[in-house]
């Protein structure tokens, strides 16, 4: 990755305090249903609910937009693999995966990584409900809506002119499951692929919601390239966030089949841009004790078997965006929160 020297050292710096590259290394003990050569996942040792597990690239990037494409395609193609062994291994039909972009959305780590949780009834995770937002000002809802139907089109003509995908040519059709959804919606953008709009009910100001064209319901079911495009549109929205509306961070949640708060079970993915006391919790009380057990070995006895992604890319590391207004992410003796928060915000296209 094109990072300039000056920050390089930096974030070296930082990665010598760091606790996952720690447990990347075999310094610390964390527990591990997967690694390969690029990923590592572990049960989070404070979990929200039973085989809640953290997914991270073993090298250490503060923040998503600095993962290298190569990278990027690997770690979110592994994914569904990741979520299949662990829904087969506890038993459950339904899934959360959950990113924080920056202080403001809870991100802890100066690592970037992410969440899995499986959900259940009853699980005390119903907080991803994102249902119609009380007291919403609704000038505001319709800048919001405006300046991303600008920014996220914008945003995506500009990766794929960097990124060329044979597949893409324009909008696509849209399948029958998302007939009702793109008829109630402001479409935002769309390619043939996924369908990106706002909702008329949104949960905050600049809520979108993010479909896969290619499956309805459970994300285990997209191949290696959809999970990584869903993704890397879930990305580029949560940038235009950062773009069109000056949000302090955003939040990119997946729901994925069965759970209370996923009622048509649709494979969606909500962006919920963040900013400072705006009043959304989505916080999570730690349950000691849940991941203790076998529970890391049930679900490493199933991931055993993820192979390594067949058409994952081998070109050399390269960013998925520009580093002409890079990051610069300070050196601290601990991982400091606000300042990955202000990097996030600096963070440009
Ligand atoms: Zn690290």
Redesign the pocket.
């Known amino acids: 990755m094109d990072i300039p020297p000056d920050v390089q050292k930096q974030l070296d710096e930082?990665?010598k305090q760091?606790?996952?590259?720690k447990i990347?290394g075999g310094e610390i003990a964390g527990k591990k249903v997967f690694d390969d050569d690029l990923t590592m996942a572990v049960l989070d040792i404070n979990p929200a609910v039973k085989g809640h597990t953290l997914v991270m690239p073993k090298e250490?990037y503060p923040i998503l937009p600095y993962i290298p494409r190569n990278v990027f395609l690997h770690v979110f193609g592994v994914l569904p693999n990741i979520v299949k062994a662990i829904k087969e291994s506890l038993i459950v039909f339904g899934v959360n995966i959950f990113i924080a972009n920056g202080g403001v959305a809870g991100q802890q780590?100066?690592?970037f990584l992410f969440h899995i949780f499986p959900r259940e009834s009853g699980d005390g995770l119903e907080k991803f409900d994102f249902g119609p937002g009380k007291n919403l000002d609704s000038d505001k809802v319709s800048e919001g809506v405006k300046a991303l139907s600008y920014a996220v089109p914008l945003l995506m003509r500009k990766f794929f002119s960097q990124n060329h995908e044979s597949w893409h040519s324009g909008s696509g059709s849209t399948p029958e499951f998302l007939s009702v959804i793109r008829d109630s919606s402001d479409i935002v953008y769309e390619d043939e692929r996924v369908l990106c709009v706002t909702p008329k009910n949104p949960f905050c100001a600049g809520h979108l919601i993010l479909y896969s064209k290619v499956v309805e319901k459970l994300f285990e079911n997209l191949d290696s390239d959809n999970s990584s495009h869903l993704f890397q549109v879930a990305s580029i929205a949560a940038s235009a966030c950062f773009e069109g509306l000056q949000a302090h961070g955003t939040n990119i949640v997946l729901k994925s089949g069965k759970c209370p708060d996923n009622p048509s079970e649709l494979l969606s993915v909500h962006i919920i841009p963040r900013w400072q006391d705006d009043g959304i919790n989505l916080s999570w009380n730690p349950n000691k004790g849940l991941n203790d057990g076998d529970v890391s070995s049930i679900i490493r006895d199933k991931t055993f078997f993820i192979g390594t992604r067949e058409n994952v890319s081998v070109a050399p590391a390269t960013p998925h965006r520009s580093t002409e207004n890079v990051v610069k992410v300070s050196v601290t003796q601990k991982p400091d929160i606000e300042q990955i928060d202000d990097a996030v915000k600096r963070v440009r296209m």
């Open positions: 930082q990665k760091c606790v996952f590259c990347v250490h780590s100066p690592h």
